[in-house]
């Protein structure tokens, strides 16, 4: 009666209008599965038609003197958006932006640098306002599926709860009570979070949110994720705001001020490219401070350079500028002062 032939892979689509002559063209395999449109046009209204798993299962089946059965599946792309309407354009604006598109997309390099130029001299040195294009789209998939146009109430902003302070103020030794009640309310996922994080400040003084995150994920000593983590930061750390640790986390009770190790976690910049980084996100730059470090790290803490002593200074200008890429003919002169830090004074 029936055969099972070679498989082939196949997709089940769900299909939200009339099917046309055309329908093959209003159909676009994207990542996350199939974006349909109603009319195939730049400002169309666009359906996204996504994977889920069905009861039923569907066979694709090839039928002349036998019935062969190819494939089979139990995954289906549903519409999870509903069709609302679509919304018109102005003639002008849509003339305008399909030529736009239709030159920046299509067109060879010098026809593109060439209508540049003539863009350049209508509408931009010449101040013309363009057309005003308003995309023509009412809802999203994923964004507004229920079409609930009640007034939304949006909860109030964070609020800012970590002790942060400056270098050379008094460090603090532990967490206030503003902030164990205002952590404390998320139950068991606090309790988790202290947990972990008690045992990680046990090895890690100095800390930025990537090396929490990494210990995560390298380690997979924990069931709580990246994101819920860092908001119980300030039970264990406080935070610098400015000076050579800007936005590092430091354990309580611990002063990096009086530590030298502690200038791997120092900015570098290059104001130029307004590129910052800390010495140790830079490999090349910390083996060589690291194994150096008589030669370019002072045991003293300066407010304006931190523990990098002239040197190091010397050494990480030229650093900069092998490293950070220029723009052509500029050549980098940096003084002392780049390197310095801000204090709020």
């Known amino acids: 009666m029936s055969n099972f032939a070679r498989e082939e892979s196949f997709d089940i689509i769900e299909w939200p209008f009339n099917i046309s002559e055309n329908f093959d063209n209003q159909i676009?395999?994207?990542?996350?599965?199939?974006?349909?449109?109603?009319?195939?046009?730049?400002?169309?209204?666009?359906?996204?038609?996504?994977k889920k798993i069905s009861k039923t299962t569907y066979f694709h089946v090839r039928i002349d003197?036998?019935?062969?059965?190819?494939?089979h599946t139990k995954e289906l792309y549903e519409c999870v958006t509903p069709i609302d309407f679509y919304i018109p354009i102005e003639s002008a604006a849509l003339?305008?932006?399909?030529?736009?598109?239709?030159?920046?997309?299509?067109?060879?390099?010098?026809?593109?640098?060439?209508?540049?130029?003539?863009?350049?001299?209508?509408?931009?040195?010449?101040?013309?306002?363009?057309?005003?294009?308003?995309?023509?789209?009412?809802s999203m998939p994923g964004i507004c599926g229920n079409y609930n146009f009640k007034d939304t109430s949006y909860k109030?902003?964070?609020?800012?709860?970590?002790?942060?302070?400056?270098?050379?103020?008094?460090?603090?030794?532990?967490?206030?009570?503003e902030i164990y009640d205002e952590l404390s309310k998320y139950g068991n996922l606090f309790e988790k979070a202290v947990k972990y994080l008690n045992k990680f400040v046990e090895n890690h003084n100095v800390f930025r949110t990537k090396d929490v995150c990494n210990d995560i994920l390298q380690n997979k000593c924990t069931d709580l994720s990246?994101?819920?983590?860092?908001?119980?930061?300030?039970?264990?750390?406080?935070?610098?705001?400015?000076?050579?640790?800007?936005?590092?986390?430091?354990?309580?009770?611990?002063?990096?001020?009086l530590y030298p190790e502690c200038y791997k976690f120092q900015d570098i910049y290059c104001t130029l490219n307004y590129k910052k980084v800390a010495v140790i996100d830079r490999p090349e730059i910390f083996e060589e401070i690291e194994k150096n470090k008589n030669k370019y790290i002072n045991s003293v803490y300066d407010e304006k350079h931190g523990f990098f002593n002239e040197k190091c200074i010397k050494y990480l200008k030229k650093q900069l500028h092998q490293r950070f890429f220029l723009p052509s003919g500029i050549s980098l002169d940096l003084k002392n002062e780049d390197l310095e830090f801000d204090t709020f004074d």
Request: aromatic share 16%.
């Open 156 to 177: 109030k902003t964070k609020r800012k709860i970590a002790i942060q302070i400056k270098p050379k103020e008094k460090v603090p030794i532990s967490y206030t009570k």
């Open 28 to 50: 676009i395999k994207i990542k996350d599965g199939y974006e349909i449109r109603i009319i195939q046009k730049i400002d169309s209204k666009k359906v996204l038609a996504t």
């Open 65 to 71: 003197k036998n019935l062969s059965i190819i494939s």
């Open 95 to 138: 003339s305008f932006y399909s030529d736009l598109y239709q030159n920046l997309i299509y067109e060879e390099d010098e026809k593109v640098l060439e209508f540049s130029k003539e863009f350049n001299k209508k509408y931009i040195n010449k101040e013309i306002s363009v057309p005003v294009y308003m995309p023509p789209i009412v």
């Open 226 to 257: 990246q994101d819920s983590i860092r908001r119980f930061f300030p039970m264990v750390a406080y935070l610098y705001y400015s000076g050579p640790w800007s936005f590092i986390w430091v354990k309580y009770g611990y002063d990096p001020t």
